[in-house]
């Protein structure tokens, strides 16, 4: 939407919603969901931690006569349940024209996104098992199945910008440029030692297989992607531009201050 409030001031609204197909799985073929058992872990007793010092639950381990079997699939995410990832954001700008040519734009930016594949992982395990390479004696890193739901806050993707151009004397021009965005995302992960696991697992994890004393790690993830982030970042920029008429040539000499808040 699109309204004119004043001469020379406009108001733009949009509304954006954006969904996404067509996801892809690697299936063990080799197992079933009846070959993972659940575990818990207890989390650290840290104030930056959320309910630090309570069991965080949906762990899964592979049993250990399966251990490193291996078959995989690469196939359609659809070919076992639902997976869905959609996007909801509204856009509010202004822009507004100034005495001496000055202009003015700013505005707001506020969206959502709602992952969930709760249903896939309640047939597959396996999907919450990462990739990362991790140094010897220890597993992959897992996520919590009850992390397969994952709704960012609105503050994640609120973003607030403003822009002011203005001229001055002697064909000088000043800019000035404000972002107020949300903060990278906060992430935690706690090498789980098979001695805090086997007690809620009622063995040693998959990896211990044979061994006399098990030493192997699984690394597990605490939080929830994408919904604890930093602080929010604050930045304004200066710009001063110099125009200068040679003859046919017009030169521009610009000097900048970034990040002026020093944030």
């Not at 509010?92 to 040519?101: Q, S």
């Not at 992390?147 to 609120?158: E, I, K, L, M, Q």
């Not at 063995?203 to 929830?224: P, W, Y």
Request: glycine residues 10%.
């Amino acid at each position: 939407l699109q309204h004119e409030l004043r001469p020379g001031m406009a108001l733009n609204v949009g509304y954006f919603r954006t969904w996404y197909g067509g996801f892809l799985v690697t299936d063990n073929v080799a197992t079933t969901a009846a070959d993972y058992d659940p575990y818990c872990i207890g989390l650290p007793a840290d104030g930056l931690m959320p309910h630090g010092g309570d069991m965080l639950c949906g762990f899964y381990d592979i049993k250990p006569a399966l251990f490193g079997v291996t078959h995989n699939l690469r196939t359609q995410a659809s070919n076992y349940g639902k997976r869905t990832e959609v996007y909801n954001g509204v856009d509010v700008t202004l822009t507004t024209r100034l005495a001496r040519r000055g202009q003015f734009s700013g505005g707001l930016s506020v969206g959502r996104t709602v992952t969930d594949a709760c249903e896939i992982v309640g047939k597959l395990p396996e999907v919450l098992l990462g990739t990362d390479t991790l140094s010897a004696g220890t597993a992959n890193s897992w996520s919590p199945s009850g992390f397969c739901h994952v709704s960012r806050p609105w503050s994640a993707g609120t973003q607030i910008k403003f822009l002011v151009v203005y001229p001055l004397f002697w064909n000088l021009q000043t800019s000035a440029t404000y972002q107020n965005i949300p903060g990278i995302p906060i992430t935690a992960t706690s090498p789980a030692p098979n001695a805090q696991i086997a007690p809620s697992l009622n063995r040693n994890i998959g990896s211990c297989r044979g061994a006399v004393t098990c030493t192997s790690n699984l690394n597990t993830e605490l939080i929830a992607p994408n919904t604890r982030f930093e602080d929010r970042l604050q930045q304004l920029d200066l710009r001063i531009t110099r125009r200068v008429q040679i003859g046919q040539t017009r030169v521009l000499g610009n000097f900048d201050i970034y990040n002026m808040l020093n944030g």
